[in-house]
């Protein structure tokens, strides 16, 4: 079964430090998506990206966030300095061969950020 | 009010029960509708969509009420192994972005 990959699955940093999370979503899947959960808390989307630019984003997702697609296969989410309250589980998820198949999407395992 | 909301349990069923899980959700335009299962410190699984018509996928069966902006999630003759936490997911109707509402979530806990 295809799947979503991310590295790494755990990253401890300071305070501050800028933090670069990996994804290769699932090779034929059109729209790949971050998503992040504080322990304890729910799932909360933070962007979308379709066509090479972002389709939308939350009000978590503010200038210190950033996503980029370099290559045919990776979708990275990089935070530039980090904060406390940073500290969370981060999913990588892709969907739809399609547009109609877009909202079904595929989680990866997850990147734990533990910020000290 | 929350734009999804679950009880967030636990259900602790013995083995064999049938336990119903329900949901709200607050934006009447929503599109679409789902369940997820979470098991713990894991990623979130597509369990199943969530038709008007309701529908069943082996033990499982989901409803969606529009009117009442309601969901539900029925689980018949349960499993250890259904242990989990369920998520209620609803696609708001601002098109299709992919941004999922998740609920706080369902913990279901199956004893033998």
């Known amino acids: ?116 | 009010r929350k734009e999804v909301e679950q009880d967030p349990g636990p259900f602790n069923v013995p083995e064999g029960a049938t336990v119903a899980f329900n949901c709200t959700y607050s934006n009447s335009a929503s599109q679409s509708f789902f369940w997820y299962r979470q098991d713990c410190r894991k990623e979130p699984k597509l369990l199943m969509s969530v038709y008007s018509s309701g529908n069943e996928d082996g033990r499982f069966t989901a409803q969606l009420n529009r009117a009442s902006q309601y969901i539900s999630l029925l689980i018949r003759d349960s499993k250890l192994s259904d242990s989990a936490t369920y998520l209620c997911v609803v696609l708001p109707p601002s098109g299709n972005t992919g941004k999922l509402i998740f609920g706080q979530g369902t913990t279901l806990q199956v004893k033998p």
């Open chain 1, 1 to 116: 079964e295809p799947e979503v990959t991310q590295t790494p699955s755990h990253q401890v940093t300071q305070m501050g430090q800028e933090v670069i999370l990996r994804c290769v979503p699932i090779s034929n899947h059109l729209y790949f998506y971050w998503y992040r959960q504080i322990l304890g808390q729910k799932v909360e989307f933070l962007v979308s990206f379709y066509n090479n630019e972002i389709s939308e984003k939350s009000e978590i997702f503010d200038d210190q966030f950033s996503v980029e697609r370099p290559d045919g296969s990776n979708f990275t989410l990089k935070i530039r300095s980090t904060k406390l309250e940073d500290s969370a589980m981060y999913f990588c998820a892709s969907s739809g061969q399609t547009f109609s198949g877009a909202n079904v999407l595929t989680f990866g395992a997850g990147s734990r950020l533990t910020v000290l």
